[in-house]
């Protein structure tokens, strides 16, 4: 099946860095990645909308100056928490949704983020 | 808007009995409607959808749902569930057949007892 990898699954900085996680369709290619957080005990929430050479979607709430997404090629998206701080933690995932193949999305692993 | 509810945060079963994940949606239109498995440290894996037609849906690992416009209910079963299946159940529903804007529920997880 198609498999979606995540960069890296686990991270932790310092409040003001910015930190980048990587989204990589390994083995098939996908116009359209999406990201989503997950706050502990609680459902996953689509941030964004990720197409390729595009711009990034943004859900209502989301700054995209503090997230930004880049997704310059088929199979990589990138995800950038820009002068995170502590509320930023939290477990980022994302999918990708194969190109010519709509209906069903793909999800990666998972990022672990913690903001000190 | 759409939403998802899922009424129970932990289900303890034992090994070989039989499950039942409940799941109840908010949507206006044709919901498009899913349920993912989320092991720890790995990604959610798509167990069964439902678009239109037959509302008992198969899916992988022995899994079915059935779709109850009436009750607004998509509620996901095993007949006999084993040890494997012990992990963190999403019920979803999209806008459309394509998955955009997945709204998720909450999530159930599942311990399973020998």
């Known amino acids: 099946g198609a498999v979606v990898s995540q960069h890296p699954s686990r991270v932790i900085c310092k409040s003001g860095t910015s930190v980048k996680i990587e989204c990589r369709s390994l083995?098939?290619?996908?116009?359209?990645m999406f990201w989503y957080r997950q706050f502990p005990k609680q459902s996953l929430m689509l941030m964004a909308t990720s197409n390729e050479g595009s711009k990034a979607t943004y859900e209502q709430g989301v700054e995209k100056d503090k997230f930004l997404i880049n997704h310059a090629s088929l199979t990589l998206s990138t995800l950038t928490v820009t002068s995170a701080h502590p509320e930023d933690s939290s477990f980022y995932i994302c999918?990708?949704?194969?190109?010519?193949?709509?209906?069903?999305?793909?999800f990666g692993p998972g990022t672990r983020l913690l903001v000190l | 808007a759409q939403s998802v509810t899922q009424p129970d945060i932990h289900i303890t079963v034992s090994e070989g009995a039989s499950l039942e994940l409940r799941c109840n949606y908010s949507?206006?239109?044709?919901?498009?409607l899913f349920w993912y498995v989320q092991s720890p440290g790995q990604g959610l894996q798509l167990l069964l959808k439902y678009f239109s037609g037959d509302t008992l849906v198969q899916g992988i690992k022995g899994f079915e749902a059935e779709f109850k416009r009436s009750q607004s209910s998509f509620n996901l079963r095993k007949p006999s569930v084993h040890w494997s299946d012990a992990a963190e159940y999403f019920c979803?529903?999209?806008?459309?057949?394509?998955?955009?804007?997945?709204?998720f529920g909450a999530g159930t997880i599942l311990r399973v007892k020998s």
């Open positions: 999918s990708a949704r194969e190109s010519g193949r709509q209906e069903t999305q793909y």
């Open positions: 083995d098939f290619q996908a116009t359209t």
């Open positions: 949507y206006g239109a044709t919901p498009y």
């Open positions: 979803a529903v999209a806008e459309s057949e394509y998955g955009n804007k997945l709204v």
